[in-house]
């Protein structure tokens, strides 16, 4: 086999997006043989361009095709799980769109149901291909940067008008996407917060929600993290800020990386922090340092995502994310939505009983008030 047979589960923007870069060549290793919506009209474009593709409007009838090898699948949050374990159920690869799912028990039964299945589980984290990134995570898990101290991401480039909430009645809603800013936009941001620092042991949180929008979720979010080794965490994200800023900064006792607009800047102590605090003899001295700096082209993720896939299922080689990573980054944002409605710190990981009896409320609210 040199290529993989794969089937798109949904095709609205994302969907359409991963079916065009197939198309367009981006990914070599891949040719998409069938596509599945439940709006017909968006099945359209294919039928009649695209004729050697099937096109399904059942779901069932799409995974039992013979069509498939692997499915992409680009359909509202609560149910990447549920369609992820019918693929792991019939033997299909599963590539899934992020967030992994709504709450976690459902993401680690996915997790379960992927490891016993045998077959091969991704998840589109296509921001792990920035190089950026990518040679921060290198710096710090190589030591480089020392004893970590500190993470500080201010992400509010995300901006949304109300019209982008109002264009879809499952946007920005309990019941549709399970959340806000922290379940459709800022995903990646979670993912590489913990791929690159690690996980927290425990947050405190602060979302804010409807604060810039007319809508029942969160749209302005801040987070602390604190660590076993005393270093701490702040995340701050919102869809409400015009001009935002995206800079993302990591003290170690060793020094310091900042990602901002393309480039990574490094300062390298040479002597380290901790060490030169009690050893030097000076009261306003500081440790000097060696400047380093990065720049890179970044590549278009999600074919580069979509093409390591492809490869691992057809000669074993590494994807970009594993499918069973996509609950760190869950497990922070069900723990921050949890630390605000408590009120308080909660540890990782969080009660999936208590955080999904929250959920529940606030869909059941949602419903009432449509009523």
């Known amino acids: 086999m040199e290529k993989i047979r794969l089937g798109i589960l949904g095709m609205g923007n994302m969907g359409n997006g991963h079916f065009h870069n197939v198309i367009e060549g981006k990914c070599p290793s891949v040719e998409v043989t069938a596509v599945c919506d439940t709006d017909a009209e968006k099945l359209v474009d294919v039928t009649e361009k695209y004729p050697a593709v099937k096109a399904f409007a059942n779901p ?24 992820a374990i019918k693929c792991f159920h019939r033997g299909i690869h599963v590539l899934t769109e992020k967030p992994a799912g709504v709450y976690t028990r459902q993401v680690r039964e996915m997790n379960e149901a992927a490891e016993a299945s045998g077959v091969k589980f991704g998840i589109m984290f296509n921001q792990r291909t920035n190089p950026m990134y990518a040679k921060a995570r290198e710096i710090v898990q190589s030591g480089e940067l020392g004893e970590l101290k ?22 920005a809603t309990w019941n549709g996407e399970g959340g806000g800013v ?3 936009q800022a995903p990646h941001n979670l993912d590489l917060w913990q ?3 690690g996980m927290p042991k425990r947050v405190r949180a602060f979302c804010e929600f409807g604060k810039y929008h007319h809508i029942d979720v969160e749209d302005d979010v801040t987070i602390f993290g604190q660590y076993e080794n005393g270093a701490t965490a702040t995340f701050i994200t919102t869809t409400g800020d015009a001009c935002g800023t995206n800079r993302l900064e990591i003290t170690g006792d060793k020094g310091k990386i900042v990602i901002e607009q393309g480039k990574l ?9 901790r060490e ?18 990065f720049s890179q082209t970044e590549p278009e993720g999600h074919p580069q995502v979509l093409e390591a896939f492809a490869q691992s299922i057809l000669n074993g080689t590494k994807m970009i994310a594993e499918g069973k990573e996509g609950i760190n980054s869950l497990a922070i944002s069900n723990a921050a939505y949890l630390s605000t409605w408590t009120e308080d710190w909660v540890e990782i990981p969080s009660d999936e009983a208590l955080f999904e009896k929250y959920l529940n409320k606030l869909c059941e609210k949602e419903d009432c008030s449509k009523k």
């Open 276 to 293: 030169f605090c009690f050893t030097t003899k000076e009261g306003f001295a500081a440790p000097a340092c060696e400047y380093e700096e």
């Open 150 to 171: 500190r993470m500080v991401w201010i992400i509010t480039n995300w901006y949304r008008s109300q019209a982008y909430y109002d264009s879809g009645t499952w946007r």
């Open 60 to 83: 069932e009838t799409f995974l039992d095709s013979g069509l498939l090898d692997a499915v992409l699948i680009a359909i509202p949050h609560y149910d990447h799980p549920t369609f």
């Open 182 to 184: 922290l379940l459709n």
């Open 265 to 273: 800047k490094w300062w390298k102590l040479t002597v380290p922090e």
């Open 195 to 197: 791929w690159i620092f």
